[in-house]
């Protein structure tokens, strides 16, 4: 089982500051999926941003973009521009692209200070 | 909203009492997953089902009974729980289960509080 690795249990930011959260994974595979669902206090888990280990542009979702380094096997998701609407459990997750397990890190809290 | 619910949303059940948990996906996918998050540990996947036809367990307890009577519903049957059960049941669905289809969408989840 592939192993996903949040060092970083909570972090603050200001509102319209920007705030990188780090993730890492282990894998032997060569072709899979990385995820970075975001889990509001509603607790409704949804989708923020997904990237696939064969392109090498980095994806990016409107205020969300991600920092992919295949050979240091690192995922990192940057929010610019906070916004108190993004205040949430953020994961970071992973999957053998011809998989259906989804492996979760343990989640970063970001809080969104007015 | 994901087209995923769940209900209930809360649930609170004594040690020996029977209940169901239940997921409707309105997305027309074909695949549905069972996942139990509890506090400070990863999102762990407990049941997956594809066309109806259970294809993952994941040595999880047979007093957790999953029931899938078409694609777009998927049961929790529950009897005889422990405290350590209390946990958030979150449910998902895909289109499929991979090669590209294999992106899920989260339901609510059903908070539930074992006593």
């Known amino acids: 089982a592939q192993t996903v690795t949040q060092s970083q249990p909570e972090m603050s930011v200001q509102d319209a500051e920007t705030v990188t959260l780090s993730c890492t994974y282990d894998?032997?595979?060569?072709?899979?999926?990385l995820f970075w669902y975001k889990q509001p206090p509603s607790r409704q888990m949804i989708l923020v941003i997904r990237?696939?280990?064969?392109?090498?542009q980095n994806a990016t979702e409107n205020r969300f973009s991600v920092n992919f380094q295949k050979a240091a096997k690192s995922f990192s998701l940057k929010i610019s521009d906070s916004q108190l609407g993004d205040t949430a459990m953020y994961f970071c997750?992973?999957?053998?692209?011809?998989?259906?397990?989804?492996?979760f890190g343990a989640g970063t809290t970001v809080t969104v200070r007015a | 909203e994901t087209g995923v619910t769940q209900t209930p949303r809360h649930l609170v059940m004594g040690m020996t009492n029977k209940k169901s948990l239940k997921c409707e996906q309105h997305?027309?996918?074909?695949?549905m997953y069972w996942y139990k998050q509890s506090a400070k540990k990863p999102l762990e996947l407990m049941f997956v089902?594809?066309?109806?036809?259970?294809?993952e367990n994941n040595s999880v307890p047979s007093r957790f009974s999953p029931e899938c009577p078409n694609s777009s519903h998927l049961f929790l049957h529950l009897h005889t729980l422990q405290p350590e059960d209390s946990a958030l049941y979150l449910c998902?669905?895909?289109?499929?289960?991979?090669?590209?289809?294999?992106?899920?969408?989260f339901g609510p989840g059903t908070r539930l509080t074992v006593l």
């Open positions: 997750a992973f999957m053998n692209r011809y998989d259906y397990k989804l492996s």
């Open positions: 089902y594809s066309l109806e036809e259970r294809v």
């Open positions: 998902a669905s895909s289109l499929g289960l991979a090669g590209g289809y294999n992106e899920q969408f």
């Open positions: 894998t032997s595979e060569n072709n899979y999926y």
């Open positions: 990237q696939e280990a064969y392109k090498q």
């Open positions: 997305l027309g996918h074909n695949a």
